[in-house]
Protein backbone atom coordinates (compact mmCIF):
# COMPACT_ATOMS: atom_id res chain seq x y z
CA UNK A 1 0.00 0.00 0.00
CA UNK A 2 1.88 3.27 -1.34
CA UNK A 3 -0.92 5.72 -2.37
CA UNK A 4 -1.15 7.87 1.48
CA UNK A 5 -0.94 11.69 1.36
CA UNK A 6 2.28 11.08 3.79
CA UNK A 7 0.72 14.44 5.65
CA UNK A 8 2.47 14.05 8.90
CA UNK A 9 5.66 13.79 7.16
CA UNK A 10 4.44 17.04 4.79
CA UNK A 11 6.15 15.87 1.33
CA UNK A 12 5.84 11.78 -0.29
CA UNK A 13 7.88 10.27 2.45
CA UNK A 14 8.39 6.68 0.62
CA UNK A 15 10.95 8.50 -1.67
CA UNK A 16 12.94 9.73 0.91
CA UNK A 17 15.88 8.42 0.98
CA UNK A 18 16.91 5.95 3.55
CA UNK A 19 20.26 4.32 3.60
CA UNK A 20 21.06 5.42 -0.01
CA UNK A 21 17.88 4.31 -1.87
CA UNK A 22 14.18 5.61 -1.58
CA UNK A 23 12.70 4.38 1.48
CA UNK A 24 10.01 1.98 -0.33
CA UNK A 25 12.75 0.05 -2.43
CA UNK A 26 13.64 -1.20 0.90
CA UNK A 27 10.31 -2.73 1.34
CA UNK A 28 10.30 -3.74 -2.29
CA UNK A 29 13.39 -5.92 -1.53
CA UNK A 30 12.15 -7.50 0.95
CA UNK A 31 8.72 -8.43 -0.55
CA UNK A 32 10.61 -9.35 -3.77
CA UNK A 33 12.99 -11.46 -1.93
CA UNK A 34 10.18 -13.40 -0.49
CA UNK A 35 9.46 -14.81 -3.32
CA UNK A 36 5.67 -14.58 -3.76
CA UNK A 37 3.97 -15.46 -6.59
CA UNK A 38 2.09 -12.24 -7.25
CA UNK A 39 2.34 -8.88 -5.80
CA UNK A 40 0.17 -5.86 -6.35
CA UNK A 41 1.43 -2.31 -5.36
CA UNK A 42 -1.23 -0.15 -4.99
CA UNK A 43 -0.04 3.79 -5.55
CA UNK A 44 -1.53 7.26 -6.92
CA UNK A 45 2.25 8.43 -7.61
CA UNK A 46 3.76 7.42 -10.96
CA UNK A 47 6.95 7.42 -9.57
CA UNK A 48 6.34 4.68 -7.31
CA UNK A 49 4.43 3.32 -10.09
CA UNK A 50 7.41 3.28 -11.73
CA UNK A 51 9.58 1.87 -8.90
CA UNK A 52 7.41 -1.29 -8.25
CA UNK A 53 7.10 -2.50 -12.03
CA UNK A 54 10.99 -2.02 -12.43
CA UNK A 55 11.02 -4.62 -9.31
CA UNK A 56 8.17 -7.06 -11.50
CA UNK A 57 5.33 -6.09 -9.52
CA UNK A 58 2.03 -4.96 -11.15
CA UNK A 59 0.97 -1.36 -10.08
CA UNK A 60 -2.41 -0.65 -9.24
CA UNK A 61 -3.71 3.21 -9.63
CA UNK A 62 -5.48 4.28 -6.78
CA UNK A 63 -7.27 7.51 -7.88
CA UNK A 64 -9.13 8.09 -5.05
CA UNK A 65 -6.73 7.82 -2.29
CA UNK A 66 -8.91 10.35 0.17
CA UNK A 67 -11.02 7.73 0.65
CA UNK A 68 -8.58 6.08 2.78
CA UNK A 69 -6.39 2.80 3.52
CA UNK A 70 -9.55 1.14 2.95
CA UNK A 71 -9.70 1.82 -0.76
CA UNK A 72 -6.19 0.46 -1.15
CA UNK A 73 -7.00 -2.69 0.05
CA UNK A 74 -10.30 -2.77 -1.94
CA UNK A 75 -8.33 -2.30 -5.11
CA UNK A 76 -5.90 -5.17 -4.07
CA UNK A 77 -8.18 -7.76 -2.97
CA UNK A 78 -10.32 -7.16 -6.27
CA UNK A 79 -6.76 -7.39 -8.56
CA UNK A 80 -5.93 -10.55 -7.04
CA UNK A 81 -9.22 -11.62 -6.47
CA UNK A 82 -8.61 -15.48 -6.30
CA UNK A 83 -5.93 -15.62 -3.81
CA UNK A 84 -5.71 -18.05 -1.14
CA UNK A 85 -5.10 -14.81 1.08
CA UNK A 86 -3.23 -11.16 1.03
CA UNK A 87 -0.69 -9.98 2.94
CA UNK A 88 -0.53 -6.13 3.48
CA UNK A 89 2.69 -4.23 3.12
CA UNK A 90 3.18 -0.57 4.44
CA UNK A 91 6.07 1.11 1.96
CA UNK A 92 7.58 3.17 5.02
CA UNK A 93 9.07 0.34 6.75
CA UNK A 94 12.82 0.50 5.46
CA UNK A 95 14.06 -2.26 7.43
CA UNK A 96 11.63 -4.91 7.20
CA UNK A 97 13.58 -7.76 6.52
CA UNK A 98 12.26 -11.26 3.66
CA UNK A 99 13.10 -13.60 6.74
CA UNK A 100 10.46 -11.63 8.79
CA UNK A 101 7.55 -12.21 6.01
CA UNK A 102 8.99 -15.69 5.74
CA UNK A 103 8.46 -16.37 9.28
CA UNK A 104 4.62 -14.88 9.08
CA UNK A 105 4.05 -17.29 6.20
CA UNK A 106 5.19 -19.75 8.51
CA UNK A 107 1.85 -19.45 10.42
CA UNK A 108 0.20 -18.65 7.49
CA UNK A 109 -3.45 -20.99 6.75
CA UNK A 110 -7.22 -20.79 5.83
CA UNK A 111 -8.16 -19.89 9.32
CA UNK A 112 -6.33 -17.61 10.88
CA UNK A 113 -5.22 -13.80 10.47
CA UNK A 114 -0.97 -13.51 11.52
CA UNK A 115 -0.10 -10.21 12.75
CA UNK A 116 3.86 -9.36 13.62
CA UNK A 117 4.12 -8.24 17.41
CA UNK A 118 7.46 -6.20 17.59
CA UNK A 119 7.88 -6.20 21.07
CA UNK A 120 4.60 -5.72 22.70
CA UNK A 121 3.34 -3.67 19.81
CA UNK A 122 1.36 -5.54 17.03
CA UNK A 123 2.42 -4.01 13.29
CA UNK A 124 2.68 -4.49 9.90
CA UNK A 125 2.72 -6.64 7.64
CA UNK A 126 -0.54 -8.68 7.80
CA UNK A 127 -1.91 -11.88 6.35
CA UNK A 128 -5.56 -12.45 5.92
CA UNK A 129 -6.44 -15.51 4.70
CA UNK A 130 -8.83 -15.76 1.88
CA UNK A 131 -11.94 -16.44 4.69
CA UNK A 132 -11.98 -12.58 5.16
CA UNK A 133 -12.39 -11.86 1.47
CA UNK A 134 -15.70 -10.23 1.52
CA UNK A 135 -14.92 -8.36 4.58
CA UNK A 136 -11.40 -6.96 2.93
CA UNK A 137 -14.01 -5.58 0.08
CA UNK A 138 -16.14 -4.13 2.40
CA UNK A 139 -13.97 -2.56 4.03
CA UNK A 140 -14.24 1.71 4.12
CA UNK A 141 -12.59 5.20 5.19
CA UNK A 142 -9.42 5.20 6.54
CA UNK A 143 -9.35 1.91 8.66
CA UNK A 144 -7.67 -0.64 6.71
CA UNK A 145 -7.64 -4.06 8.17
CA UNK A 146 -8.18 -3.13 11.60
CA UNK A 147 -11.23 -3.23 12.13
CA UNK A 148 -11.35 -6.94 10.91
CA UNK A 149 -8.91 -8.29 13.44
CA UNK A 150 -10.63 -6.30 16.11
CA UNK A 151 -13.78 -8.14 15.49
CA UNK A 152 -11.94 -11.93 14.85
CA UNK A 153 -9.61 -11.38 17.97
CA UNK A 154 -9.97 -14.87 18.27
CA UNK A 155 -8.77 -15.81 14.74
CA UNK A 156 -6.11 -13.92 15.17
CA UNK A 157 -2.67 -15.28 15.67
CA UNK A 158 0.49 -13.33 16.75
CA UNK A 159 4.04 -13.89 15.81
CA UNK A 160 6.85 -11.87 18.16
CA UNK A 161 9.50 -10.90 15.88
CA UNK A 162 12.85 -10.42 17.73
CA UNK A 163 13.42 -7.29 15.22
CA UNK A 164 11.78 -4.30 16.69
CA UNK A 165 13.63 -2.14 14.14
CA UNK A 166 11.75 -3.88 11.91
CA UNK A 167 8.80 -2.89 12.61
CA UNK A 168 9.23 1.21 12.72
CA UNK A 169 7.24 3.09 10.26
CA UNK A 170 8.60 6.58 9.12
CA UNK A 171 5.69 9.23 10.09
CA UNK A 172 7.13 12.58 10.67
CA UNK A 173 10.39 14.69 9.86
CA UNK A 174 11.17 13.93 13.51
CA UNK A 175 10.91 10.01 13.27
CA UNK A 176 13.01 10.52 9.47
CA UNK A 177 15.85 12.62 11.10
CA UNK A 178 16.31 9.71 13.56
CA UNK A 179 16.76 7.88 10.83
CA UNK A 180 19.36 10.10 9.11
CA UNK A 181 20.77 10.42 12.36
CA UNK A 182 21.11 6.46 12.59
CA UNK A 183 19.03 6.07 16.20
CA UNK A 184 17.56 3.59 14.71
CA UNK A 185 20.07 1.03 15.15
CA UNK A 186 19.26 -1.96 17.60
Known amino acids: MASGFS?????????????GKAMIAHVFDAVRQAGFEQTVVVTGFDSIAQ????????????????IGQSHSVVLGVEKTAQSAGWMFFNGDMPWLKSDTIG???EYADAAHIVVPRY???PGQPVYFPAAFK??????TGDH??????RSHLDRVCYVSIDSIRQGVDIDTPEGYEKVK????VE
Open 7 to 19: KRMGCNKLLLPVE
Open 51 to 66: LAVGNGFLAVNNDSPE
Open 103 to 105: KLL
Open 119 to 121: GSR
Open 134 to 139: EELLAL
Open 144 to 149: GGRTII
Open 181 to 184: RGDW
